[in-house]
Every structure is written in C-alpha cells, then in structure tokens.
C-alpha cells in the first residue's frame, strides 16, 4: 500500500520573514554605507579642485605683476628673505566656496609660499631672533587673552626684573609693584621691547614662564616654523633660542592675519593709562621708529611697521611689513652686525634699500 508523504505547515512551520527583515537591513545599510562614502569622496574631490583652481588664478594673477629688487649695492645682513603676499593668505575653503579669512577659520595649506619669494640669502641659515622672538610671545599672548581681559591689572614682580640684568634686555618703564593692564603690557612689549612685560604677560597667561615658553614652540610647529625653537620669551641669546629669517617671515606672515596683532606693531607712539607708579601714563615709542628722521613713504608705498631685535651675538635683526604698487611684501633680515651698534643702524638701511629699489609692475591684462 503505497504511502503519501507531506509536510504540514500547521506545525513546526519555518517562517522566513526575520531573516527577510534582516537582509533588507543590511542591504539599506550597506547602500546608505555606499552613499554616503560617495558623497564624501566627491566633497574632497570638489574640495581638491576648488585648492587648485584658486592656486591656478593667484598664479596668474602673479604672473601679471612684475616684482623686481634692484639694488645699488650689497645689503649689510648675513641672512634675509623678501617675501611677497598673496591674496592666497586670506583665502579659506568654506561651503559654497572662498570666502576671507575669520578669526576661526582654518587657513588652506600654503602651497604657493615657494612663488612669492622675492629675493633671499641664506635663508634657511640658523640665526640668533633677539627681540624679533617677541612678535612670537605677543601672538600667543593675543591668541590666550580674551578681548575683555585685555583691562585686568597685572602686577609687576621682582622676578619679572629680573630680566633687566641679563644682557641686552630692553624695557618699557614700568616699576616693581606697578599695575598694568594687559593691553598696556601687550604695547610696551612690542614697542619699546620690554622685558619686564613679557615675563608678567607670561605669568599672567600661563601660570609661570616655563609653561608659557612650551606654548610658543608649540605655536612655532602650528605655524610651520620647521627649524626655530624658543627658550625664553624675550628673545635672550641662549643656544636654544633659534630661527631663520624664513621661519620669521612665516610667523609675521602668520600673525599679520589678527587684526590685534596688525594693529600693535604697525603703532608708533602709544600712552599708557595711568597706574599706581605713573599717574600721568607711560609714554612709548616703537624701537622701529627710533633710529632719527627716515623716510618711511614714497608715491606708491609705505613702510608700515616691523619689529627690531639686537644682541652681540644675533647682530641686528628686523622684520618688516611694506606696501609696494599694491602688493605686500615681508622683509626679514639678521645678522647685521656694525662696529658701533649705538651710532649704525644697518638693519633699517637694509630695508630702506629694498624698500626704495623695489618695483612692481602690472600687466595691462590685469
């Protein structure tokens, strides 16, 4: 008697719909998985051709102006760097396309500072910064002290005096037990050199000025100053206090984006509120605009401010921003060293002679 075989769906059924759900999960993850790296892999390819298609018009546009340095002789520095601005420094990469920089923004990688370097000589040299080490302490100082801190009183120590005894440290003027605003100090810092400011800004903003040392050679590597390295924040000669002009020429190019920073070193004269130790202010006046009567203008440009440095050992240093037939330009030379550096100022003829001899020619095209 033959048998009918059958399987009963009333019991012991296999119901496929979990796995079913399971693999239309899957499958929607691993699309949405699919989409998304596609998405992303076009936003960098958009954003790699919105890199190069502005490099591609800086380039033109610096191949339609013409920068020549004729200089009537030798320049006095053992080491220099003219270096010309681009718009290429003010351009960031936002949504919807290039817009200028803002205090937040984070700056496209400078691929084009090799074409904007004008002239240079041993510019990848060590060299001693003196005082041009404090544009680097006022930066971090800038950057660490929130605009409305910038009226707090900071007292002036014993031990921020102490720098006074080191040799060729220079000072604003300010007394043991004075009290100083922050903004005042950030002045008498750049200006007259001051010593005793940058050891009680260093305080004031890091707790000590060890600490606040580590955070300058931290900003030196943010910066791409590949081969500076700082000790002090002054600017004292030590064997582990170096830089090169390039480095330098990097960092103002740097800071001259703070408009705080731009609008400190480009002042000449500058009063002080007054204070516990001076009722009536202190009175400063730039070491840049210290060296007698020099004519700092012409009928297309301008000399507009810098930051010396001396010590025997760095010889005199300066670094300079200027204004040529409408393009800027970065000077930074060192090593200058005058038999009498009271009497010489070789650093400031250095960048007269560049300053006159420079000339910019543009294209008809542009």
């Excluded at 929607?28 to 190069?52: G, R, S």
């Excluded at 010593?195 to 009680?200: H, L, Q």
């Excluded at 900003?219 to 924040?233: L, Q, R, W, Y």
């Excluded at 930051?307 to 330009?329: D, H, I, N, P, V």
């Amino acid at each position: 008697m033959a048998k009918d075989y059958y399987f009963s769906f009333s019991r012991n059924r296999w119901d496929p719909t979990p796995l079913i759900v399971v693999v239309i999960i899957v499958c929607l993850a691993a699309a949405a998985y699919a989409w998304f790296n596609a998405k992303d892999a076009e936003a960098v390819e958009t954003q790699e051709a919105a890199v190069a298609a502005a490099l591609e018009d800086l380039r033109a546009e610096a191949n339609s102006v013409k920068v020549s340095v004729d200089l009537p002789g030798r320049l006095n520095s053992e080491s220099y760097i003219l270096l010309q601005r681009s718009d290429y420094n003010r351009k960031f990469e936002m949504k919807g396309g290039w817009e200028s920089a803002t205090p937040d923004a984070t700056p496209a990688e400078d691929a084009f500072m090799h074409e904007r370097i004008r002239m240079a000589k041993e510019a990848n040299e060590r060299v001693y910064p003196a005082s041009m080490a404090k544009m680097l302490t006022a930066l971090v100082l800038i950057e660490r002290i929130p605009t409305e801190d910038y009226d707090k009183s900071i007292e002036i120590t014993r031990a921020d005096m102490d720098y006074l005894y080191n040799d060729g440290a220079s000072v604003a003027g300010f007394e043991i037990g004075e009290k100083v605003s922050a903004r005042d100090l950030l002045y008498g810092l750049m200006l007259p050199s001051g010593a005793e400011c940058a050891s009680a800004l260093a305080r004031y903003s890091a707790g000590d000025v060890e600490e606040f040392v580590e955070s300058m050679n931290a900003k030196a590597v943010e910066i791409g100053m590949t081969d500076s390295h700082f000790s002090n924040p002054v600017g004292l000669h030590d064997e582990e206090t170096y830089t090169t002009v390039s480095d330098i020429a990097l960092l103002l190019d740097y800071a001259m984006r703070d408009e705080r920073f731009s609008e400190i070193i480009s002042t000449q004269k500058y009063k002080t509120a007054p204070t516990n130790k001076h009722e009536d202010g202190l009175e400063m006046k730039s070491t840049f605009y210290q060296q007698g009567e020099i004519v700092l203008k012409s009928d297309d440009g301008e000399i507009i401010g810098g930051k010396t440095g001396y010590t025997s050992e760095a010889g005199q240093c300066l670094a300079s921003y200027m204004e040529k037939g409408g393009e800027r330009f970065i000077l930074v030379t060192a090593a200058a060293k005058p038999e009498d550096f009271h009497k010489k100022a070789l650093h400031i003829e250095d960048m007269l002679s560049v300053f006159n001899a420079l000339e910019v020619n543009r294209s008809a095209e542009q």
